[in-house]
């Protein structure tokens, strides 16, 4: 059975082929500059060469035929015809108050989609483009949306609860949602099979740590708490997002600066983070380490702010389970940089956690980091949020 994974933002459209027999990459590519000059294909197939096409692609629908041609292409392609392909998964943003489950897409599923708009502006469009584009290209074969805000449904009213009136959560479903949810759930569930825990009873916290970042906390695979809030604003200081700050700030800014509240929100999430508080620097953190070890004094504070909030959060969530059994680093950070992680485990000796340096020096593969002392197993868990899509399509479709 293969299964094509299809992840769309507004302008770039990634997939993957993957091949559910040995859970195998069969190809997988990425469409850039949809709707921009300058479109650009690139597809790898397994063990072959890359092949580039540079041909305008004016939406979504035209991107996916590009796919389907580099698939099925007699020199780079994969596969002889579509009908190879068994079903199609879909990375959905946002499925507001109504779905958690992956679902196979019927016209009710697309309403929803339709109707999150406002909850997703940049996200649920496209990937509701790219859902159509494949009813298109392939018509018959079954769609199935996996919700990024899926993971999050499992929490209990007092964590999705925000503290304002409550005619705001009935007229307009304003609550947290959280996202990354399809890394929270492959990751804390890569967790409990790898650690050897007890998968109904678990507590699991999973620290996403990427240019987006989000911590979840988890009980038996479930989620009870998440970072990331209406929006992916909220939370961990991130590459560009600010995370959790006083909403005062917004109307102070709004008030010094002539701005207006969107102005002041685009700030906040494309020119904050540790871009803004280093100054300009970079908003990757590769770049912020190499300024932080060259004395900059801003780089190094940016730095040691976001590691303490990560070591904040770990410490709410685990008062919130009354616990925590495993704590699982993902995500570009979490997977790369093992400063970064014995950074934050050092905040966490009083839960007797306890990093081994010689395991931490490690590189995005499945590994235990913690020393055999450590009260909590601390691990990392490369996140793979492709292979869960295509995990939950086979299981929907099957
Ligand atoms: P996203 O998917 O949210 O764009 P990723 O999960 O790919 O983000 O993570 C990207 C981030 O990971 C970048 O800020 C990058 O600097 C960081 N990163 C990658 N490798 C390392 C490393 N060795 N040390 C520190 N940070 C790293």
């Known amino acids: 059975?293969?299964?094509?994974?299809?992840?769309?933002?507004?302008?770039?459209?990634?997939?993957?082929?993957?091949?559910?027999?040995?859970?195998?990459?069969?190809?997988?590519?990425?469409?850039?500059?949809?709707?921009?000059?300058?479109?650009?294909?690139?597809?790898?197939?397994?063990?072959?060469?890359?092949?580039?096409?540079?041909?305008?692609?004016?939406?979504?629908?035209?991107?996916?035929?590009?796919?389907?041609?580099?698939?099925?292409?007699?020199?780079?392609?994969?596969?002889?015809?579509?009908d190879e392909i068994s079903a199609i998964g879909h990375r959905v943003l946002h499925g507001g108050k109504i779905y958690s489950e992956s679902i196979v897409v019927d016209d009710d599923v697309k309403r929803v989609i339709r109707e999150c708009f406002d909850?997703?502006?940049?996200?649920?469009?496209?990937?509701?483009?790219?859902?159509?584009?494949?009813?298109?290209?392939?018509?018959?074969?079954?769609?199935?949306?996996?919700?990024?805000?899926?993971?999050?449904?499992?929490?209990?009213?007092?964590?999705?609860?925000?503290?304002?009136?409550?005619?705001?959560?009935?007229?307009?479903?304003?609550?947290?949602?959280?996202?990354?949810?399809t890394s929270h759930m492959f990751v804390s569930g890569e967790a409990i099979k790898f650690g050897g825990l007890d998968p109904e009873n678990a507590k699991v916290i999973v620290c996403h740590l990427g240019n987006g970042a989000s911590v979840s906390a988890s009980i038996g695979g479930k989620c009870v708490d998440t970072s990331m809030g209406l929006t992916p604003l909220e939370g961990l200081i991130m590459g560009t997002r600010s995370g959790d700050i006083d909403p005062a700030v917004v109307q102070f800014i709004c008030n010094k600066e002539g701005k207006d509240v969107n102005e002041v929100l685009n700030i906040l999430n494309k020119k904050s983070g540790v871009l803004g508080m280093s100054g300009g620097v970079s908003s990757d953190f590769r770049d912020i380490e190499a300024a932080k070890r060259e004395g900059n004094h801003l780089a190094e504070v940016a730095l040691d702010a976001f590691i303490y909030r990560v070591a904040k959060y770990i410490g709410a969530y685990t008062a919130a389970m009354n616990g925590v059994d495993a704590i699982a680093f993902t995500a570009g950070v979490g997977e790369n940089d093992k400063a970064s992680r014995k950074a934050i485990c050092s905040y966490l000796g009083y839960l007797g956690v306890e990093i081994d340096d010689e395991a931490n020096d490690v590189r995005g593969k499945n590994a235990v980091i913690s020393s055999a002392d450590s009260k909590v197993k601390v691990m990392l868990i490369p996140t793979n949020e492709e292979l869960a899509i295509a995990r939950e399509t086979k299981r929907l479709t099957e």
């Open 119 to 181: 909850l997703g502006p940049l996200h649920n469009p496209a990937n509701l483009m790219g859902i159509e584009a494949c009813e298109a290209a392939m018509p018959g074969k079954p769609n199935v949306a996996v919700w990024d805000t899926g993971f999050g449904m499992a929490m209990p009213e007092k964590a999705y609860m925000y503290a304002i009136p409550h005619e705001y959560y009935e007229k307009y479903s304003i609550r947290r949602y959280g996202f990354h949810g």
């Open 1 to 82: 059975m293969k299964i094509l994974v299809v992840n769309c933002g507004s302008s770039s459209l990634k997939y993957q082929l993957i091949d559910m027999a040995d859970e195998s990459v069969i190809a997988k590519g990425l469409c850039e500059r949809i709707g921009i000059e300058g479109s650009k294909l690139t597809h790898q197939p397994a063990g072959k060469d890359k092949y580039v096409v540079e041909k305008p692609m004016p939406d979504h629908t035209v991107a996916i035929k590009m796919v389907m041609e580099a698939l099925q292409d007699a020199e780079h392609g994969v596969i002889a015809n579509t």
